[in-house]
C-alpha cells in the first residue's frame, strides 16, 4: 500500500512540474488548433460567374499575372454592399484620409511591439490554473472576463440616452412580455 501510494504522489508530482514548465513558454489563451487538417473556409475566395461578352473582339489581351473580370474584388463587393461608391475607391491610396484622421493625434512607432510585450504578460498572468493547463482547459473567456463589454447592458444605456437602435437584436435571456 506504501508503494502504491509513493506512486501516486510521484506521478502527481510528474504532472505539477510538466505544468509548470510550460509556464515559461508563450502561453495560449484561446486553445484552438490552427492545423487540424480540415479545410480552411476562409482561405476559399469564390470567383465571379463567367460572362459572355457582346462584342468578342473588343476583349483586351490576357496579361500573365494580370488581374481578370471573374477574380474576388473583396474591398469593392464590401463597399457596394454597404451602399458606397466603388468608382471613387481605388485601393489603399484612397485611404489616406482615414489614415491622417486616425493619427492625428500622433502615432507611436512601436506600438506593435508594446502590445506584443503587454499581451504576452497578460496572457502569462492569466495561463490558467496547473489541472487547467494540464488538462488543456480554455480559460480565454475567464482570462478577458474582466475587460468584456456586456453588450445588451450597452445596449439599453444607448435607447435610455435617446439613440436609435433599430436593428440591434434583443437579449436572447429576456422573454418578451406578449408571449
Given amino acids: 500500500m506504501g508503494q502504491k501510494l509513493a506512486h501516486i504522489v510521484g506521478f502527481a508530482a ?83 484620409g482615414l489614415v491622417s484622421y486616425a493619427a492625428r493625434y500622433g502615432v507611436d512607432p512601436s506600438i506593435r511591439q508594446t502590445l506584443a510585450a503587454e499581451d504576452l504578460e497578460f496572457r502569462r498572468d492569466n495561463n490558467g490554473r496547473i489541472l487547467e493547463r494540464l488538462f488543456n482547459v480554455n480559460v480565454y473567456f475567464k482570462a478577458y472576463r474582466a475587460q468584456s463589454l456586456d453588450q445588451h447592458l450597452e445596449l439599453e444605456r444607448y435607447r435610455r440616452a435617446g439613440v436609435r437602435t433599430v436593428s440591434a437584436p434583443p437579449d436572447p435571456l429576456i422573454v418578451p412580455k406578449d408571449q
Fill in 14 to 96: 510528474l504532472a505539477v512540474l510538466v505544468a509548470a514548465c510550460d509556464r515559461h513558454a508563450d502561453p495560449i489563451l484561446m486553445n484552438v488548433g490552427a492545423n487540424n487538417g480540415s479545410p480552411d473556409e476562409f482561405g476559399i475566395l469564390p470567383s465571379k460567374p463567367l460572362e459572355l461578352p457582346r462584342d468578342l473582339a473588343a476583349l483586351p489581351a490576357p496579361t500573365p499575372g494580370g488581374s481578370n473580370l471573374t477574380d474576388p474584388t473583396p474591398e469593392a463587393d464590401a463597399i457596394a454592399a454597404l451602399g458606397g461608391n466603388t468608382r471613387r475607391y481605388n485601393g489603399p491610396a484612397t485611404e489616406g
